[in-house]
């Protein structure tokens, strides 16, 4: 599926999803920040020249969000996600990181626990170091994750984040990666 094509169903999902839910009650905002581990898959590394052909297998990752609640079921997440440096075998490293949006899902379990489900696209830098060549791609992402609520205001996070299609082969490397993460957002 092209960039525009994925484009245009994210916003035909979030227009439909908006309509005639403007006025609901629980249209709020809200912030957070993750921590947690990145585990990329480096498919195809070594092919850029160079580069090295295996890479240390996970790193810290840490990403900082916000959102609109449009609808108790349905919000809109923008973030900005790191998901570390890995080494190669060639003294080369790789920088990952970058920004992204999605549509988020909201089941409530409990009174207290929520199911979360994830859609979206990412725009993700991945930069050789020393040589500071760089690559940027949009790749798509999904998740689950379970919510907390503490108080109406304070919850908490764990979530599992899989964003793919990162990078080239020609000028970095390309690859999938799992993203793990607790975190804890205030919602206004």
């Keep these: 599926m092209s960039m525009k094509m994925r484009i245009g169903v994210i916003a035909l ?18 912030i957070g920040g993750s921590m947690g581990q990145s585990r990329p898959n ?15 297998s996970s790193d810290g990752a840490y990403k900082l969000y916000g959102g609109y609640n449009f609808h108790k079921h349905f919000s809109v997440e923008g973030s900005w996600i790191n998901l570390g440096q890995y080494d190669s075998n060639a003294s080369n490293q790789v920088e990952i990181a970058g920004w992204g949006l999605a549509l988020v899902g ?19 830098r991945l930069k050789r170091l020393p040589l500071g060549t760089s690559d940027t791609s949009w790749s798509p992402t999904f998740g689950v994750g379970l919510k907390y609520d503490f108080n109406p205001n304070i919850s908490a996070r764990a979530e599992f984040e899989r964003i793919i299609k990162m990078g080239s082969n020609s000028t ?4 999938d990666t799992n993203v793990y993460t607790l975190g804890l957002g205030y919602q206004f």
């Design 172 to 175: 970095t490397v390309s690859t």
């Design 13 to 30: 999902a979030l227009s439909a999803a908006t309509c005639g839910v403007a006025a609901a009650a629980d249209n709020t905002f809200y």
């Design 106 to 124: 909201h089941m409530p379990l409990s009174k207290d626990f929520t199911l979360l489900g994830r859609l979206g696209e990412n725009r993700m």
């Design 42 to 56: 480096f498919d195809g590394a070594g092919t850029a020249s160079g580069i090295g052909r295996t890479f240390n």
